[in-house]
């Protein structure tokens, strides 16, 4: 269970970075293809907004899509290292502020003053006391109109199967995993579910508008993608849908995307 120590020595110190996030994206064909067949797809309802906050940009694979949809673009990391590649890559952009947080609040945003807050492949390492602490200062730096698009953990809807495992033999951990009877968990947060986010959303006074449940490299759906907004702007309930193809999405994007790859790279 990774802790916000945990969080910062392995983004500051110990990942090497390789391709700067790149890596992430190589099922979808890179991130570009990623971007326009996977995420926008999925946001572009709430774009362009005037003012976007990001959450744990990393090396600002997203942060690249999303300052062609605002005005002003907030960056907010709890990796030193993160922000000061950000700051090198997008050097010049004075439409991008940095700042470095303590991984749970967003002490240096204005209050109400964000209306679109996106995070993306990072908030899935953070366990359920970070992300309910993130939830409370969303519901204090949105906009009445605004809304956020968080990527999380759901892994915890299966923590009692990895945590009874867990306590076995790593061989056996090992051998499940390669038989495919068990998915790995890529330091998901196990103490983290829709459930518990959409619990923590209503609790700070904001509503999931929806959640979508999803796989990630296997057959659990360890992820989920929440739309939120301020209670006062939604009056129905969340809707929540359980996709356990979005890895097939992934190698359908990619193969749309490969020819003019192979066109452009010669």
Same mark, same amino acid.
Do not use: K, M
């Given at each position: 269970m990774p802790t916000v120590a945990d969080n910062v020595a392995m983004w500051d110190?110990?990942?090497?970075?390789?391709?700067?996030? !790149? !890596?992430?994206?190589?099922?979808?064909?890179?991130?570009?293809?990623?971007?326009?067949?996977?995420?926008?797809?999925?946001?572009?309802?709430?774009l362009p907004a005037s003012t976007i906050l990001e959450i744990a940009p990393g090396f600002g694979r997203w942060t690249h899509y999303l300052r062609g949809h605002c005005d002003r673009l907030v960056l907010v990391d709890l990796s030193p290292r993160c922000i000061d590649a950000c700051r090198e890559r997008f050097a010049g952009d004075?439409?991008?502020?940095?700042?470095?947080?303590?991984?749970r609040s967003l002490r240096a945003v204005?209050?109400?003053?964000?209306d679109f807050v996106f995070s993306y492949d990072s908030l899935v390492h953070a366990e359920a006391d970070v992300l309910a602490s993130y939830v409370r200062e969303l519901a204090r730096v949105l906009a009445a109109s605004g809304a956020a698009f968080v990527?999380?953990?759901?892994?915890? !809807?299966?923590?009692?199967?990895?945590?009874?495992v867990r306590r076995g033999p790593r061989a056996l951990r090992a051998r499940l995993v390669e038989r495919g009877w068990l998915d790995r968990l890529h330091r998901r947060a196990l103490s983290v579910s829709a459930e518990s986010f959409r619990a923590s959303c209503?609790?700070?006074?904001?509503?999931?508008?929806?959640? !979508?449940?999803?796989?990630?490299?296997?057959?659990?759906?360890?992820?989920?993608?929440?739309?939120?907004?301020?209670?006062?702007?939604?009056?129905?309930?969340?809707?929540?849908?359980r996709n356990p193809r979005f890895m097939d999405e992934a190698a359908s994007v990619r193969a749309r995307h490969e020819p003019v790859n192979a066109e452009t790279s010669g």
């Open positions: 110190r110990w990942y090497d970075w390789p391709a700067g996030g !790149e !890596e992430w994206s190589a099922a979808w064909g890179g991130s570009e293809a990623q971007w326009r067949g996977t995420i926008l797809p999925r946001i572009d309802p709430l004075d439409r991008i502020e940095y700042h470095v947080n303590d991984g204005e209050d109400a003053s964000v990527h999380h953990s759901n892994a915890g !809807e299966y923590r009692r199967t990895y945590e009874a209503e609790r700070a006074g904001l509503r999931c508008l929806t959640q !979508e449940l999803v796989n990630w490299g296997g057959r659990r759906l360890i992820d989920c993608f929440s739309t939120v907004v301020p209670a006062a702007a939604a009056a129905r309930p969340t809707t929540v849908v």
